[in-house]
């Protein structure tokens, strides 16, 4: 069965550092992009950026650039989304997508990671 | 910014015919995808590439594509059907993707 599985629910402090995952399985990897999307509490789904996991290439929404760093382990099938600096503003559900290299539907999804921040 | 416009809300009855439509300047040049999602679940590919519907999907749903809108077709409605709808596509030089911001379908 071809899955994503991320990583569970942070609960974190603004100015803290996160990193979450999301694996992959029952497909091959590095054939498929991996794209993050946020969906903040109540609202439609953003477009954060993609990774190429053969590659590690990445290009991001000129709306998240600087702010997170999609990286990816291609050893371990496993793409990551991270912040060096957390805001309140960053508080959403996070999924990844498997993401075809021609035609880039997003036919695979994780279930989400949902991010919490709050002092 | 690159934008794909989506009607906020539209609703039918059970049985009839729902349209939501989807407009940006780069529709001619690129692919169209709609997703459903329903309220606390992931999103689900219910059409790519403007008009086709990947397995497991039902028939009643189609889409189409006329110059700057693409259009997403629910035909015969069911209760089932109610949820958010989005579509997503890319800019012109196709390097970044972009959601509509979202339908949301009422069965009535």
């Known amino acids: 069965e071809v899955q994503l599985v991320q990583s569970g629910a942070e609960v974190k402090k603004p100015g803290e550092s996160l990193r979450i995952s999301c694996k992959g399985s029952?497909?091959?990897?590095?054939?498929?992009?991996i794209s993050w999307v946020r969906q903040m509490p109540g609202k439609g789904l953003e477009w954060m950026g993609r990774?190429?996991?053969?590659?590690?290439?990445?290009n991001y929404s000129p709306s998240f650039q600087g702010h997170v760093t999609i990286s990816a382990d291609k050893s371990i099938s496993t793409a990551y989304l991270q912040w060096s600096s957390l805001k309140a503003s960053d508080t959403a559900m996070y999924y990844c997508a498997r993401q075809g290299l021609e035609t880039t539907d997003m036919d695979v999804w994780g279930k989400g990671t949902t991010v919490t921040v709050s002092s | 910014s690159y934008e794909l416009t989506q009607p906020p809300s539209v609703s039918v009855s059970p049985g009839q015919t729902a349209r939501i439509t989807c407009s940006g300047d780069a529709l001619p040049k690129q692919y169209a995808y709609w997703y459903q999602q329903k309220p606390g679940q992931a999103p689900v590919l219910v059409i790519y590439?403007?008009?086709e519907r990947p397995s497991g999907i039902p028939e009643r749903f189609s889409g189409s594509s006329s110059g700057t809108t693409v259009t997403l077709t629910i035909s015969g409605v069911q209760a089932e059907d109610e949820a958010d709808y989005y579509c997503?596509?890319?800019?012109?030089?196709?390097?970044?993707?972009?959601f509509g911001g979202g339908t949301k379908l009422t069965v009535l």
């Open positions: 997503q596509s890319a800019d012109s030089s196709g390097t970044y993707e972009v």
């Open positions: 029952g497909y091959s990897f590095t054939s498929y992009w």
């Open positions: 990774i190429d996991p053969s590659d590690s290439y990445t």
């Open positions: 590439k403007d008009s």
